[in-house]
């Protein structure tokens, strides 16, 4: 699948495509008719259908201090779009000069002159230009005059309200994966690369894979029922892991530490991905490491009977 960088010339055999146009950061439900109505149409007609996104997200440019919210990295987004069956992923990089791009300028120079888009798929609320000038009429009549041909979705409903980020957030950031799975069509996982810790987990029996977190959102500190998958080989395993500060040990250390039932092999320097699947517990300062280990017992058991109902 190809990516796309905004800044670069259109590779002339994906002029005249058809792009499903937002941040499209968790990929939710709502994003995900977004996405299908561009591939359909651009099925339909015989053209390439390119799917779009911003990074770093414009909350990050504007509010450089924001708590970490990112619910999927570029590489996710990536493989996500494709299987949504788009021929292309663009990347919208989001900096002062795209920032104070004016709403007429992005359609005409931008969608028009420099990307030869020739349809462009968006939510109802969809706003774009320096200061969100523009919106869903000013994209149909800017795009009439240009030659753009325009659609625009309206929001999923679930529950009486529309599906959006912002609810997976909060379903994320109370401990109920579930629910954040559900509107996601699957469970929010973080990625990284397996780091050297202090290897406290090994002397206790329960020896784990140590990733930061970075830029993702912070679901609720705590323990979880997760898969793991392993990028390189594609093997899946399950465990049980702790997001957080690791309260017991000294000094602090923000991090994901999955163990993984049954595990022997050696992860360090491999990327994988864990998925939350069922919030276990918060985390907890315990009076002794033998009693640590006792809830860590209790952990996977629960972790082990839980995932056991997953394929």
Not at 140 to 161: H, Q, S
Not at 170 to 175: I, K, P, Q, S, T
Request: aromatic residues 8%; proline residues 7%.
């Amino acid at each position: 699948m190809r990516w796309l960088d905004h800044r670069r010339p259109m590779p002339a055999p994906l002029r005249g495509a058809i792009v499903a146009l937002g941040n499209f950061d968790g990929f939710h439900l709502g994003h995900q008719a977004v996405a299908r109505e561009a591939v359909e149409w651009a099925r339909a007609e015989g053209r390439p259908a390119i799917i779009a996104t911003f990074d770093p997200h414009p909350v990050r440019h504007f509010r450089p201090d924001a708590p970490p919210f990112r619910l999927t990295t570029l590489e996710q987004r990536q493989e996500l779009y494709l299987a949504a069956g788009a021929t292309a992923m663009l990347v919208f990089h989001f900096d002062a000069a795209l920032a104070a791009t004016s709403a007429e300028d992005f359609v005409r120079r931008l969608l028009g002159e420099h990307l030869g888009v020739a349809g462009v798929v968006t939510g109802e609320d969809f706003t774009f230009g320096q200061g969100r000038a523009g919106n869903r009429a000013l994209l149909e009549g800017l795009g009439r005059e240009v030659g753009i041909a325009t659609r625009a979705v309206a929001p999923v409903m679930d529950r009486g309200d529309p599906v959006s980020s912002s609810r997976i957030r909060d379903a994320l950031r109370v401990g109920d994966p579930q629910e954040a799975a559900r509107l996601l069509t699957r469970p929010f996982a973080i990625r990284g690369v397996v780091e050297h810790g202090d290897k406290r987990g090994r002397t206790i029996g329960y020896p784990t894979a140590n990733l930061a977190i970075e830029g993702y959102l912070r679901p609720r500190y705590g323990i979880y029922a997760v898969m793991g998958r392993v990028l390189a080989t594609g093997e899946v395993l399950q465990g049980a892991a702790n997001i957080g500060v690791r309260p017991q040990f000294d000094p602090p250390k923000e991090l994901l530490e999955p163990h993984f039932f049954g595990f022997a092999g050696d992860l360090y320097g491999q990327e994988i991905e864990v998925a939350f699947h069922h919030f276990l517990r918060p985390e907890a300062k315990f009076d002794s490491l033998d009693a640590l280990v006792t809830q860590m017992d209790a952990d996977c058991r629960t972790a082990k009977t839980l995932l056991s109902a997953h394929p």
